[in-house]
């Protein structure tokens, strides 16, 4: 018998490479732990048929002596990933039967290694939400509470790897998908500098926000995911180098940045106030030297930037070449059934409100604004990280709410207050789990964020180990 | 805004839309764009954009990508002789 609820990435490869169990042993025990919690929990859309092949391929590389950091490690997939010959339905009815006919770079480089992909991960349709309750295939619940949400929109991958249904994910963040669920489930999510990890084979919603990044169960695990996945890539012109940013050096003192300022305000829940007061000291104890900054609150302008790309993306949905296609009396009815019937609430709610501030008369007015002060922000971050080399937040206002709670979609947007920034300036960030927090009896997970200068994901690493010890301490 | 503009937004965005929906729509929308409005109280100097934005080249050769040519046309929704077919645009 595995045991799954304690095994890590690092465990297992020492296991694996030692014959004390095989990679098929391993994808066996997923499968029936997926087979025991996955209908309650819903965090797969479908898990792929071809697992135990893989696992077997993956037996061979061990077999050989010949494994990498990931082989047989079993994976679990967003479902907005692209794998050659399988299902990729972003969690929308119009790409229901959708099959990718190429791999994504990320996932070519985790097949290289032998890696095995359980399934795919259940999300906010096209990556648009903070609960996966967009989704067109029903809510993921939390394994900490079922009554709530897993967050979003990474909520499936985040819930497989917290409820030992997959061992690592892989996740996408636009404005804290991959740290907002993990805090929610209480994982590690991280999030690379932008450009750091390819987006190829993505599907884009807000493209100038967009990273791939892992989900997974220690800060360690985490690191050894990325450093698989990392890397310019010839497919995507917006990947960078080891060269694009200059190293930051090693200090002695590390200073972190906290935005008081923006913490203490009333829409932040008090026990996520407290918590965090409790980290700072533990970082305190620990040798790091705490500094007031400030930070302004990015919402506005990362919605109207969102709002304006994901509209130019979602436009390629059209149903002429794949997908859903509601046949109309001619090419344009085409159009405007398919795209009517496909597109969930949420997606067609942000394609009008991108077509609204992209319009002539208003473009001025949000997006070149917006853009504007897009680059006044990077600029201040800039000058916030020559005086500082980390900066701490929560990585949300309050832990995971009930399903069906937020209706109102301008409350929800509000949930994102403390992630967006790293997306608006490109920054590298990580959520950690940071404790529990009681509500109705059940014990929800909170998460702290560090976020990092430009191609500075070593530090956050760094951080994070250190971070980990006490709580391990503890 | 008016139903007007939710009709007109959804016309360029090419999304049929119900009148229950526009309706849902349009309220969403006033609390939204009133939110996102604040961008206009932004002070910002003028700012030159630090990012500096440049082509990025590949040599020109011809690479062989993976691709399943049978899995994209078998995903078209009508085809004839390998090809996409369309409804007549004009």
Redesign the interface.
């Known amino acids: 018998m595995i045991d799954l609820a304690t095994l890590t990435i690092v465990k297992a490869r020492k296991a694996l490479d030692a014959k004390e169990f095989s990679a098929v042993d391993l994808a066996q025990a997923y499968l029936a732990e997926i087979e025991k919690k996955n209908k309650e929990l819903n965090a797969y859309l479908e898990v792929f048929g071809d697992v135990l092949e893989q696992a077997k391929i993956a037996d061979e590389i061990i077999g050989r002596g010949e494994s990498y950091a990931l082989t047989g490690i079993p994976f679990a997939v967003k479902d907005l990933i692209l794998i050659n010959g399988k299902k990729a339905s972003a969690g929308s009815k119009i790409l229901e039967n959708y099959v990718a006919s190429y791999d994504a770079t990320v996932i070519a480089k985790l097949k290289k290694q032998g890696a095995v992909f359980l399934g795919r991960t259940n999300m906010d349709e096209f990556a648009l939400g903070s609960s996966t309750e967009n989704s067109a295939y029903g809510v993921t619940r939390n394994p900490h509470d079922t009554v709530r949400v897993s967050g979003g929109t990474s909520g499936g991958s985040a819930c497989a790897v917290a409820s030992s249904m997959a061992l690592g994910a892989l996740g996408s963040d636009t404005g804290g998908s991959i740290r907002q669920p993990s805090a929610f489930c209480g994982v590690i999510g991280f999030k690379p500098t932008y450009g750091r990890v390819s987006r190829y084979g993505l599907m884009a919603a807000t493209s100038s926000f967009d990273c791939v990044g892992p989900i997974a169960k220690n800060i360690q695990d985490a690191e050894i995911i990325f450093d698989a996945i990392k890397g310019t890539d010839a497919l995507d012109s917006t990947t960078i180098t080891e060269t694009t940013y200059t190293k930051v050096n090693k200090k002695e003192k590390i200073v972190i940045g906290v935005p008081w300022e923006l913490i203490n305000q009333d829409g932040v829940n008090s026990k996520v106030k407290n918590n965090f007061k409790e980290m700072v000291k533990n970082l305190e104890s620990l040798g790091f030297e705490i500094k007031d900054i400030k930070l302004p609150n990015c919402l506005a302008l990362y919605y109207i930037i969102n709002f304006a790309e994901v509209s130019t993306n979602l436009a390629r949905f059209d149903g002429v070449r794949y997908g859903l296609h509601i046949d109309g009396k001619n090419l344009l009815e085409d159009y405007f059934l398919s795209k009517g019937k496909g597109f969930g609430k949420e997606s067609r709610r942000r394609i009008l409100l991108g077509t609204y501030v992209l319009s002539a008369g208003y473009y001025d007015a949000y997006y070149g604004k917006a853009q504007k002060a897009r680059v006044a922000l990077r600029t201040e971050f800039t000058k916030v990280f020559s005086e500082v080399d980390l900066i701490l937040t929560p990585t949300a206002p309050g832990p995971a709410w009930k399903i069906g709670e937020k209706s109102d979609p301008l409350s929800m947007y509000l949930e994102d207050i403390f992630t967006v920034t790293a997306n608006i300036v490109g920054v590298p960030a990580v959520s950690i789990p940071s404790g529990f927090t009681e509500v109705e009896g059940k014990k929800l997970p909170l998460g702290i964020q560090f976020m990092a200068s430009h191609g500075a994901e070593e530090s956050l690493f760094e951080v994070g180990k250190k971070f980990e010890s006490i709580k391990n301490k503890n | 805004m008016e139903i007007k503009d939710?009709e007109a937004?959804?016309e360029?965005?090419?999304?049929?839309?119900t009148e229950v929906?526009k309706q849902?729509?349009l309220k969403?929308?006033d609390?939204?764009?009133a939110?996102?409005?604040?961008?206009?109280q932004?002070q910002?100097?003028d700012?030159e954009?630090?990012?500096i934005l440049h082509n990025?080249w590949?040599d020109d050769v011809s690479?062989q990508?993976?691709?399943?040519?049978e899995?994209?046309t078998?995903?078209?929704?009508d085809s004839q002789d390998g090809f996409?077919k369309?409804?007549?645009?004009l």
Do not use: G, H
């Not at chain 2, 369309?86 to 645009?89: F, L, M, P």
């Open positions: 939710v937004l959804a360029l965005a090419r999304i049929d839309l929906e849902d729509l969403d929308f609390s939204i764009l939110y996102v409005r604040a961008i206009e932004v910002i100097e700012t954009s630090d990012i990025i590949r690479n990508r993976e691709y399943s040519k899995l994209i078998k995903q078209f929704p996409l369309v409804k007549k645009i």
